[in-house]
Structures are given as structure tokens and as C-alpha cells.
């Protein structure tokens, strides 16, 4: 069905039909919100970062993210396979911006880290099932040889491949942990045509099945994030017309990336009682470069450095003072930091709007948004009058130990949409952002139209239907698993008189789709009916 047509349909019929039942009672509890100033400064002061090392996620969002690109997670994707829509599909990226002449060393995962995609069935904000990728190194010849690779590569176990990694893959639940593989080869860094003439074969060498079911590869992709991030130059300085360039277009990033089937993911392994699931991704340093002044034996335990569960949360809702450390809490934690629930609850994004753009700012307090960010959408949630991705449509979920937490949401039992609309629910296509979030989704441009109210009115804002005018990847997605696209090899940086990237190309039909879109006055999602 095409979004359109998914989207009309649903306008007038409840999301109820694609959840659980939904329960009278509520789970928000405020006063689990309210921690004491004195507590919260206590906390904080007592995290410490060690020099150089990095507890950032996403792309450059937090202050420490140049010291550490390695363990810098930049987005996470669940979504419900289309070829395979009794599986979920978990995307994890890291290492920003690679350019793909960057050798000789190229772009390797840690071999001092722990790469983890967590999944959180229950609500409580705590890990249920968590997936980790280890990393280990080796080179042919390091001696007599600087080289990536000595001659073309045809193979992961080519002679000619001189640098070579391997990975463990672990999934624990709870304090059980149980390897699923071992020393699988991750795919190397694309070097270039001359070094890989057939990187395509190289990459499905790297894809291996997973004991029970399901998919793993480890390797370097295209970075499938799409924006224009000179958003971050005050909005564009108020001038719309320098939107459209693509500043991710041409890099590279390395990705881990599983299909598991849904009866693993869900609660009681049963996704039609509990379609609802909660992602993030995180990465784990061990030994004291990331410690608390609290624990007095630092040892070798693992320290969480790097967190990404929805886009875009840490950068333009975080704010500075605790960027760090929220990229060190685990979400069970997130409603205790009352200085970050009230930028969601009143957040800056859309006063700087009001203030470049002249578009008013909605009121706060914004439940809609703590909604979409911290407990999921439901009925009985906030002000967004539908079931869609909260843990307490679950239905064998206790919902006393459900809390507000930051992840991305999925609702598993939202069928898969052939003709993706990039923005996703706010034009009735369920299974697109905030529900999971899909390759094509375009976050920048739905993440705009929510701060500035249209998940709760249901109307997109006409002076930002446009967004950043970078509405889908510069190349296309694949088909099969893992979707990513392949690496690029040409070089970003052509020198400074090359002419600029333009997005036009790539964006001929935004005008048309924007002016549709408000010609037929948004597609809605049900309304709160206030009342005094």
C-alpha cells in the first residue's frame, strides 16, 4: 500500500488496531521526574572524563567527540524487514566522516572496545537483550609492509589482504551471556577499484547467518544519514535559500548490523501479545578512561562512553552542560537528570526558530515531545491521540515498572510499507520515524516538524515543509540484507576550487511534495479534545 493511500485510511480509524490493547491506567508518575538541585549537582560532579577520550554519539554532537571517533556512535535504525518481515532489522553506525582515501590505515573498529545494540522489552529502561560485537586485529606481514593490502583482493582471505579483523558476537540477557559466533572476518575498508575490484563480493563474504536465525555483518558502508547540517549555522542565518547541500554525501562509516527474528526480540517471545520493543546502541571502554570520583575501584571494569537511541536527542536537546554525561547514563536513569526532562518538557530548539524565523514557538510544557522521546506514543501517554510504539501496549508488561526513558521505539507489529513516505508517521505511514526508524526516513525534516508541534496537531508547519531540502541518501538503499550502501571510494575534498555539491539534483520534487502535503492539510494523527 502506498503512503498515500495508508495515510487517508488512517485518518479516520484509530491506531488501535495495530497495538495491543491499551490500559486505563497511567504510568507517568511525575514525582519520578523531580530530583533534589542538591543531589543532581552531587551527581554530576562526581562524573569525570579523562583527557582525550571521548563520550559523545552521533555526528560530532557532544564537546568530547573529536578524541575518540572510534567509539563516536553516529545513528541507529530497527525497523521490520520488508523481505523479511517476520525478522527486525538493528543498524548501528560509528566513525564519522570517513573520507575514502584515508590511508594508509584506513578505518578499523576498536579492538579496545565493546560495540552493543541493546534492546529493552519490558519498559524499565534497562537492557533485556544486548548484542556485542568484539573486535581483533591482525596484519599478514607488519614488518617488511605498510600497505592496507599488497595487491588486489579478491577474497577475505586473500594473501593480498594485509590487514585483517575478526569479531565475537555475544548476546546476554541479564548477567547470562552466550557467544553466537566466533571470529567472523568483518568486511575491510573499501581502499579502492584497484585494491577491490569486486567489493560487493567482498562485502557479502562478511554476511553470515546467526545460530537460531537471523543475519550479522560487520564493515564499512556509506554513511546513509542525509542533511544538511549547516542547520547548525543559526538555521542557515535565516536565509532558506542556502539549504540542499548534503554534508554527509561521500563518507563513509563502519556499521554492525543484525536480523533477528521478532520472536527473539519480544517480551515472552511473543510479538503479537508484545509488539513493542525500545533500541539503543552504546560502546563500552574498559579500564579508567571514563570513571566515577564515586567508585574508588576503577580496575578494569567496562565504562559506557558513547549512546544513541532516537536522533538528534543529544544535539539539539541536550544541553551543553550535560552532554557528556548523558552519554554515560543508562536510560533507566534519564528521568532522574531533571535538567534534561525540562529541555524536553520546554526545549531550545523551537525559541532559536522564533527567534531566526518568526514562527512562533508552541507552549510548553511539551508533552507531546516527552511523549515521542521518553515513554512512546499511546493513547493514555500524552496528547497524542494513538497507540503506537509505547511499552505499555504491551500486554503481559507490568506497568509499574515501566519509566520515562530515551530510546527508539519500534512497534514490531506495523507491517512494512513498500513505498516508504520519508516522513514517516507524520504522513501516516506507521512504520516509518518515530516508530523504529528506517534508512529513508528523513529525521532532520520530521525532527523540525515535531519540535514545532505537528506530531500533536497533526498539521505540518507550511514555512518548514521544506525542511533542508535533503530528502533521500545520494545513493540509492539495497534490497537485501544488510541495506547499507556500498562504501564510497571517490574523495570528498576535491580542493577549494572545486565547484560546491549542490542538492538540487536531489531534490527536485520537495516543492511539489511539500505543496501536496499542505494542499491536502497534513495527514493527521488524532487530537487530545481539551477541555476547560
Known amino acids: 500500500m502506498c503512503a498515500e493511500r495508508q495515510g487517508s485510511q488512517s485518518r479516520g480509524t484509530p491506531l488501535k488496531s495495530i497495538s495491543a490493547r491499551p490500559r486505563s491506567r497511567r504510568v507517568l508518575d511525575q514525582s519520578l521526574l523531580v530530583l533534589g538541585a542538591g543531589a543532581l549537582a552531587t551527581g554530576l560532579a562526581a562524573l569525570t572524563l579523562a583527557p582525550g577520550v571521548s563520550s559523545a554519539s552521533s555526528h560530532r554532537e557532544a564537546p568530547l567527540i573529536a578524541g575518540d571517533p572510534r567509539a563516536d556512535n553516529t545513528d541507529v535504525y530497527a525497523y521490520t524487514s520488508l523481505d523479511r518481515p517476520d525478522s527486525v532489522t538493528l543498524l548501528a553506525n560509528w566513525i564519522p566522516f570517513e573520507e575514502p582515501n584515508g590511508g594508509p590505515n584506513f578505518y578499523a573498529f576498536g579492538d579496545d572496545l565493546r560495540y552493543n545494540i541493546k534492546v529493552d522489552n519490558t519498559g524499565d529502561g534497562v537492557s533485556d537483550i544486548t548484542y556485542t560485537w568484539r573486535f581483533r586485529n591482525s596484519y599478514q606481514d607488519s614488518a617488511n609492509q605498510f600497505l592496507y593490502n599488497t595487491g588486489p583482493v579478491t577474497s577475505l582471505t586473500d594473501p593480498d589482504l594485509n590487514f585483517r579483523q575478526v ?56 554513511d546513509p544519514f542525509f542533511a544538511d547540517l549547516r542547520v547548525f549555522d543559526l538555521l542557515y542565518g535565516g536565509d532558506l535559500s542556502e539549504r540542499g547541500q548534503d554534508t554527509l554525501a561521500g563518507y563513509n562509516v563502519n556499521s554492525v548490523a543484525l536480523q533477528i527474528p521478532k520472536t527473539q526480540l519480544a517480551l515472552k517471545g511473543n510479538p503479537s501479545r508484545n509488539p513493542v520493543i525500545g533500541v539503543w546502541s552504546t560502546t563500552d571502554r574498559q579500564g579508567v578512561q571514563v570513571s566515577d570520583s564515586r567508585d574508588k575501584q576503577h580496575g578494569d571494569k567496562w565504562k559506557q562512553v558513547s549512546r544513541l537511541g532516537n536522533p538528534l536527542v543529544n544535539e539539539v536537546v541536550v544541553p551543553l552542560k550535560y552532554k557528556d554525561a548523558f552519554n554515560t547514563l543508562n536510560p533507566d536513569q534519564d528521568r532522574t537528570v531533571q535538567p534534561v526532562v525540562d529541555k524536553v518538557l520546554d526545549p531550545i530548539l523551537p525559541k532559536l526558530i522564533q527567534q531566526v524565523y518568526g514562527i512562533p514557538a508552541p507552549p510548553a510544557p511539551r508533552r507531546d515531545l516527552f511523549e515521542i522521546y521518553l515513554t512512546g506514543i ?10 503506537l510504539n509505547a511499552h505499555r501496549l504491551n500486554k503481559d508488561a507490568r506497568l509499574k515498572q515501566i519509566v520515562p526513558a530515551e530510546e527508539l521505539r519500534l512497534n514490531m507489529g506495523v507491517r512494512p510499507n513498500p513505498n516508504p513516505n520519508r516522513y514517516g508517521v507524520l504522513a501516516g505511514d506507521l512504520a516509518g520515524f518515530p516508530n523504529g526508524r528506517r534508512l529513508t526516513d528523513d529525521v532532520i525534516d520530521i525532527s523540525l516538524q515535531a519540535v514545532e508541534g505537528a506530531a500533536q496537531t497533526g498539521q505540518l508547519v507550511p514555512a518548514l515543509a521544506d525542511g533542508d531540502k535533503v530528502n533521500t541518501n545520494e545513493v540509492p538503499f539495497g534490497n537485501a540484507f544488510p541495506y547499507l550502501a556500498l562504501p564510497h571510494t571517490k574523495s570528498v575534498n576535491s580542493g577549494p576550487n572545486a565547484p560546491e555539491r549542490s542538492g538540487d539534483v536531489r531534490t527536485g520534487s ?3 511534495l511539500g505543496a501536496l502535503l499542505m494542499g491536502l492539510g497534513g495527514y493527521r494523527l488524532r487530537r487530545n479534545r481539551k477541555t476547560s
Open 378 to 387: 499511546c493513547k493514555a501517554c500524552g496528547p497524542i491521540q494513538a497507540d
Open 167 to 222: 569479531y565475537d558476537l555475544v548476546v546476554s540477557h541479564g548477567n547470562e551471556s552466550k557467544v553466537l559466533l566466533s571470529n567472523v572476518p568483518a568486511a575491510p575498508s573499501r581502499v579502492g577499484p584497484a585494491s577491490m575490484p569486486d567489493y560487493a563480493a567482498l562485502r557479502n563474504q562478511a554476511i553470515r547467518n546467526v545460530p537460531g536465525g537471523g543475519k550479522t555483518f560487520a564493515g564499512q558502508a556509506e
Open 510 to 512: 520537495v516543492g511539489v
